[in-house]
C-alpha cells in the first residue's frame, strides 16, 4: 500500500505564491511523501566570491 502525500498540489503552490510574493527567490524545491523542502537562494547559499576585473597575481617563490 503507497503512502499518500500530506501536502497538496495547491498547497504547494499556494506556499510558493507567497514566498515568490514576499521577495525571496526560491533555488531549490523537493518534495517526496515524507517531507516538502524548499531551498531559498540567498538564505540557505553561502555568498559567492566577486569576481575580478583582472587576472590574479602570480604568487612570489622564496629562493
Given at each position: ?31 517526496t511523501t515524507d517531507k516538502v ?23 612570489e617563490l622564496d629562493d
Open positions: 500500500m503507497t503512502r499518500r502525500a500530506t501536502v497538496t498540489e495547491t498547497e504547494l503552490k499556494r506556499a510558493l505564491k507567497v514566498a515568490t510574493s514576499c521577495g525571496l527567490i526560491i533555488s531549490e524545491l523537493e518534495m523542502r524548499i531551498k531559498f537562494g540567498p538564505i540557505d547559499e553561502p555568498e559567492l566570491q566577486a569576481e575580478t576585473t583582472g587576472p590574479l597575481a602570480w604568487p
